[in-house]
């Protein structure tokens, strides 16, 4: 099912140069027919004290790529999207290397969205897995 009519992935990372994403090195990478996918470097920038990714960071990460998600789906109908809710499990620890989080939708209804955000590092072992509802809203 194709709900995404944008796909300009130079767009969509210029658009977070400025902001808390581009602080942690988030970068959007992939953007298919259902799904956007993002990416996160793991280094000392996202560590907790331990060494290991943050959980902060992850939720940072999976907020972004699930609102972005939302606002693709209805960006053609001048609508916008706001983060509701979010919650994350963290399953695995990881000090080095990239993570990706891959956004895929559960309902999206009228007024509100529901994402699953997968985050996986590059052996595609799962590290932490998401969900995030956001509000459908006017930009006008």
Not at 9 to 15: D, R
Not at 70 to 92: D, I, K, P, T
Request: glycine letters at 8%; proline letters at 4%; a negative charge.
């Amino acid at each position: 099912m194709k709900i995404f009519q944008q796909n300009d992935l130079n767009t969509l990372n210029q658009m977070h140069e400025e902001n808390l994403p581009s602080f942690l090195g988030i970068e959007f990478v992939e953007i298919g027919d259902d799904f956007v996918t993002a990416r996160m470097p793991v280094n000392a920038r996202v560590h907790q004290p331990m060494g290991q990714l943050h959980g902060g960071a992850s939720v940072v990460l999976a907020e972004t790529v699930g609102s972005v998600a939302s606002f693709l789906a209805v960006a053609e109908n001048g609508e916008g999207a706001v983060g509701l809710e979010v919650n994350a499990n963290h399953l695995r620890p990881i000090s080095s290397g990239f993570v990706y989080a891959t956004a895929r939708p559960l309902h999206l209804g009228r007024r509100t969205h529901v994402w699953e955000i997968r985050i996986v590092d590059e052996a595609d072992q799962l590290i932490c897995i998401s969900r995030l509802t956001t509000m459908i809203i006017s930009r006008s």
